[in-house]
Every structure is written in C-alpha cells, then in structure tokens.
C-alpha cells in the first residue's frame, strides 16, 4: 500500500496544480470584467445636412432637452456620457470624471495605460444613419482592473484537492486491507509449500469473517489429508503383513523391530508425533521389497536389495504427514561410517529415526532364526558391539543395551517368581 501511495502521489499532486490553475484563471478573467465607465457621441457635420433641426436644437433652446437627455441616459447606462458637435465641443455630459482622459484623447480603439497606471480600453463605434451616412461616432472608455494571480482561491482548491485525495486513498486502504491479509497468507504458503495448520501469520487474526473461513477450510483439508493419511498406514501395514507371511523366516519381524525402536524412542523421550514416524517406519520398512508391477505380489520376484530403502520411501513421500516416516525408512541402512546405502549418509546426518531402525532391525535378525540358529538376547548383543560406530550409532547401541539388559534381568525375574509360586 505505501508503494501505491508513492507511485500515485506526483500524479495527483500534479492534477490538483492543473485543477486550481484552471480555477484560479477563471477567476481572474470574471474580475477583469469591468462596466463601461464614459461615453462620448461625437456628432459630424454630416448630422446638419441630414437633421438640421437636431443641430439647432442641441445648440438653441432645446439644449435644456437634450441635457435631460443625456442625464437620463447616463444614469440607466450607469456610465459617464458626452455628446460633441463636429468641432469637438461639448453639448451635454453627465456623470464625467474630468480628471480622467476621455476616450477622444486616447489612442485609436485597443488598450491604453494612463498616467496613473491604470489600463483603459477604447472602443469606437461610427454612428450611420438607413442611408448609410455617417453622422457621427460612439467612443466608449472601459477600465480593466489589473486582477493579480488569485493565490487565496488558489490555496483553497489545493488544499480541498488534498483533503479530498487524501480520504480517497485512505478508504481504497480500508476496502484493501483484507485483501492484502489474504495476500500474506498465501504468500506464507508459497513460501513454506504445502498447506500446513498452524498459528496464522501476523495481521491475519485482524482479517475478521475471511480469516475464518479460510482457517475453516485449511482444517477441512487437514482433516481430509490426516484421514487418507491414515487410510494409507492401514494399507501398508496389511501389505507389510502380507509379506512377513509369504517370506521365509520374517513373520513378526516387523512387528518386533517397532517394539525394540520404541524402547529408545522411549529412553530418548520422543514426542508423540516423532514416536508415530518411527513406529510407522519400523512396521513398514521393508515394504520396499514388493516389486511394483510384478505378477507376483509378495515379493517372490526379488528387487535388488539395495533399491528397496528408496522404494520403499516413495510410497510414503507422497503425503504431506508421512514424510519423517518416509525419511526414516529412506535411510534405514545406512552405517554410521558411511558405508551403508543408498546415499551413504554418516554420523548424525543419518535420522536418528533411521539410526535407531538399523539397531532394531539387526538385533532381531540376530535374534530370529533367520540362519538356523537364534542367539539369545546377550548374544546378540555381544555380537553387534563389534559394529558399533561402524553400521551403529555407539550413543544410542549403548542405550539400547541398557535397555535389552534391563528388560531381560526383568524378565528374568518374573519367571523365576512365578516358577516359584507355581511349585
Ligand atoms: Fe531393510
Ligand atoms: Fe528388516
């Protein structure tokens, strides 16, 4: 909104100096208006030959008439008004300021400047009689008041067109603002990708009924995204079932690493979210082993085994919700010396989920009789401790190792007793 404000700004500034000019020199050609000030008649010797009883009358006795006359005359001309014979004389005049030049004196018709400095315009008018003789000439003299540039009206125009522009703007920023809020939300969007439910960026809580509604339907679609989301897991975990049971030796292998993994997303105080991931991961990690397309659909047709981390992850990226697991399961064979595959991460650039998968993961191999011969808890244990810090994560080993003994002196216990509470 500020840049609109500054790009409309010269603009405006310039139409309201156009606008009070126009204003103000209208104002000034009203007041140079001006009445027409003396008259003189100057009547020509044509008049005698033509009315000689007007001649005898304007210099006998019937001057009384046409002084009464002229005296009419000028006041409902409101001007001051003359009449000469042909040699210049004056018959009659009314209303005349001496001191003032008459319009005979001036120039030829135009404007002329008195010695006083003020602007006089001259107009001369011949009088023709129907024949046409001329008989005679009107001179008219007006005065033009000098009208200087009107700076108050001026000012005054300014200033309204400002005030006036200023409440324009001001209601387009009102009647913009929720438009500009809904702008920042999306722009929010744009930047962080999906549509995720969160704390609304700010000035948005100002967005009234729209900020509303939009929250109401960004929950909708999250609440549909969580529910396939959902529907997903359950599909992949009666694949993955389906699998552990038309695979050798791998019934409730997937089960059992979820069950180990919790133990140290446990020890490590995972939320519960992060908990879901790695559970999520631990039951479906190996589902990257179904080959896609195949006639077969439980895996007989094997898909080369460094590939299924990667398929495996693919089938979950796809949703916003499940791609920690995704991530985890990606990266679930990754050594801790950068050895594994399939992108030969190590150390801490491994996912801890994944970190913690690969532990699982190897101790129930050992565990199960997968080559014939199952090792005991400490055996399998004794067994890994060689490879840790080279396939494991040393930290997290050693707390699993805790946990494994902890769990197994328990269990341990427990039969013992009830051993004993049976004899
Ligand atoms: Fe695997
Ligand atoms: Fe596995």
Redesign the pocket.
Known sequence: MERLWIRLLPFLVLLGLCEAFLVADREREERSRSEVGRLEIHLGDALRAWRPELTQRASGKGKEALEALVTNLSRSLRAGLEVRDARGRILAAHGLDRDEPAASELPESGVSRTEKGRTLVVVRQPLLTSGPARIGEVRATAEVEEAGFPWETWSFVLLIQVFGIGIVLFAVTLALRPLSVLGAWFRRLGVEGAFRVGSPPPGIAEGGRLEADLRRGLEAMRGRELAVEESFVEVALCLAREHEFHTDGETG??QR?RRYASWLAERLRFDPEKRDELEVAALC??LGRIPPDSGSPWGRESIREERHPEEGARYFQALQGLQGAAEIIRH?HENFDGTGYPHRLSGEEIPVGARILRIA?AF??LRAEVAGAALEAGEALEAMEEDAGRIFDPELFALFKEEVLLRESDRKRVTLESAKSED
Request: glycine content about 0%; overall charge negative.
């Open positions: 292998h997937a690493v990690h190996d679930h993961d129930d191999r």
